[in-house]
């Protein structure tokens, strides 16, 4: 939303000084107050922690502010397709380091090839060795920026990200007698050099069939394009594990979409992290619900063959293994995918209360320990979850405050799919206005607001009515780029709301959340 971001600076040398009131609880933790001490590696390039700065920028409409981290991944890409080429096997196309350098290389904080380095057979098994499934996320991020923007040459400056991230995962994984593709490799940091991870198999269902779509746009990469089609019908079903231990593989290999049909509808299974899903833990990463967010893969009514897909991402969101751990934790986003409410309410809380530790409004990187360095991706992950809560079109259908907190107020604008935004006020939980300005002319898929009642959808300029009165789950609304539409109960049009003057005195006090948490000083 754009009303979310806002910075609350102070005099840097002054709080560096420890000269403000308070200085002893923090004051000089305001900025980089370890100077040229990190705890990490500071020429390394985590993507995994930018995952949600980059989708907040998006939804808030700040396309620009990822430019500069594209580039940098483009630049790098003939080096990185080297890097590719001469550690991972000889295998065409990019597996972009997780840690990845500005040069487009994977070694880590000094070390070689066989060190912990990130897209390096030579260092597995480790924490990024064979994570492979990065390219395809970033590729997915400039593709998810393609279709709110709608920018053809956007399209064709980073398209070969998309083309070269396609091209190894595609070339890393190889056909088996079950027919499906297969590789051994990371489940992210959770899980290292493991059969078929869940990261590996969403990073295909979700990039092959995009980057089919960009290159038919560009009329380009014909024979890739024939490649990845017959790919998409070979990606292999997720394991599944009991929600119990999460250590048993209830659909052996070799699996099939029937096995785990029949596993999901006794309604006790989750998305394991891969089809070892006994092998050792090395991170708290909720890897059974990357389909959700940020692939978006599975919706909020995903069926596939009669297997109700969201129906299992909701038992895997509720029985995960890891709740409101790291300070990039996803609790609160996993649940607006979900159509939770109570849950981001919980999750957002929860995780600012913990975690928001620094004046500045930064946080720590987990509740137990104290860190060199203030964390950023909590703050992101508030904006991100806020925004899906608001307004969410992740797979091309309109949701309208889908899991807004009850008994929470909030209004802003969320930009969408096709350069449109929408306009949204909720009050008390409950929406009171949800408009649309459409930046591009097409038929919108448009959730029905209040399931089961009557919506309609006029023109907002001139009232006319566009979609008649209908208690159809979805509204299939065509749109005019440059025109505004209101989507509205008939008993209760908008033009009806009354005005409410915005008043206010001012604050005698600061305000603080669990009364620890604050921005700024007291």
Partial sequence: MENLRTLYLYDAAAAMKGNYPGSQAGVADMFNYNQDKQDWYPAGNWLWNLRAEIAANMSSGNFALNIPIFDMYLNALPATESWTTAQMG????????????????????????????????????????????????????????????????????????????????LAFQSKGSDGFLHAVANAHETQWAVPDPTTDLVAAQALFPAVVTAA????????????????????????????????????????????????????????????????????????????????????????VNGDNLTALENRTYQFRPNMNGNDWSLDAVDAARLDNGSQVQAALVANVEKLQTHISGLANLTPATTWNDAY????????????????????????????????????????????TKVDVQVEGGTLATAAIEAGSTTTMSVRNPWPGKQAEVVNGSTGAVVVAATTATTLTVPVVAGSSYLVEQPGSPTTSLTFAQVTGSQATTDKTLGGKVQIGLP
């Fill in 376 to 419: 950023l991706e909590q703050s992101a992950t508030v904006a991100t979850a806020v925004d899906e809560a608001l307004a969410t079109d992740y797979d091309g259908t309109l949701r309208f405050a889908p899991a807004w907190p009850s008994g929470w107020n909030g209004s802003g604008t969320v930009h969408v799919q096709g350069n």
């Fill in 216 to 303: 038919t746009l560009l009329n380009t990469d014909s024979a890739l394009v024939s490649q990845l089609k017959t790919a998409e019908k070979q990606i292999e079903p997720y394991a599944r594990t009991d929600s119990a231990t999460k250590k048993q593989l209830l659909n052996p290999q070799p699996t099939s979409p029937s096995a785990t049909t029949s596993v999901d509808a006794q309604g006790t299974d989750v998305i394991a992290d891969s089809y070892q899903p006994a092998a050792q833990l090395r991170n708290g990463e909720n890897i059974g619900l990357e389909p959700l967010w940020p692939w978006g893969v599975v919706g909020d009514n995903t069926v």
């Fill in 90 to 169: 000889g295998k065409p196309g990019a597996c972009v380091p997780e840690t990845m350098r500005f040069n487009g290389n994977g070694f880590y904080n000094g070390g070689n090839n066989t060190q912990n380095a990130s897209c390096a057979i030579a260092s597995s098994p480790g924490f990024n060795a064979e994570n492979i499934s990065s390219g395809a996320e970033l590729a997915m991020w400039i593709w998810q920026q393609y279709q709110d923007t709608r920018s053809i040459s956007f399209l064709q400056k980073y398209y070969p990200i998309l083309q070269q991230a396609a091209t190894f995962l």
